[in-house]
């Protein structure tokens, strides 16, 4: 399901982009109904800018870390963890609600969901020490994969996870 965006016009070149064997049903939503119909601009696009801002905000206030923003692998190296920590089962739910919020897709059994500040910067955490060995800085965020609590250090910019916890 894509917008009218003139670069998506070409349903041939984007189903060469699916795996082989992989069967694509191309939807093209009308002109300026985006905002209604695309299921992550109603839910989920949102909470993606939400954690990007909130890393990017330690990223400037944490001077030691020798992070360049203007480079481009520094540009995506921020949405690389946040597509990485998204694709967690945890947010599973969460991209199906904006499914089902977007009439795309049937309810789901699973209605409940914790977003990205009640689980990942969930405030209750925020005492909790590092889980990794012999750090002794606080929490920063929750693993969406393995659940465990990381500082800020031992999560940006290596934590790149796909161990359930
Ligand atoms: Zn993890
Ligand atoms: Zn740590």
């Not at 016009?9 to 064997?21: Q, T, Y």
């Not at 059994?109 to 060995?133: A, G, K, L, V, W």
Request: aromatic share 14%.
């Amino acid at each position: 399901m894509v917008d009218s965006w003139p670069a998506f016009r070409n349903d041939h070149v984007v189903k060469m982009l699916a795996d082989e064997g992989i069967d694509v049903d191309f939807i093209t939503i009308p002109p300026r109904s985006t905002s209604l119909i695309q299921p992550l601009d109603v839910y989920g696009f949102r909470m993606w800018k939400a954690f990007l801002c909130y890393i990017m905000g330690l990223v400037v206030r944490q001077s030691p870390i020798p992070f360049v923003l203007g480079q481009r692998a520094n540009i995506i190296l921020p949405q690389s963890l946040i597509h990485n920590q998204f694709s967690a089962p945890h947010y599973q739910p969460m991209w199906q609600h904006g499914w089902v919020k977007s009439g795309s897709i049937e309810r789901q059994d699973q209605e409940h969901f914790d977003t990205p500040s009640e689980y990942s910067f969930n405030r209750d955490d925020f005492r909790i020490p590092c889980s990794r060995p012999n750090c002794p800085k606080l929490h920063f965020m929750r693993c969406g994969w393995c659940r465990k609590v990381l500082c800020f250090f031992c999560f940006f910019p290596k934590h790149f996870c796909t161990h359930v916890g």
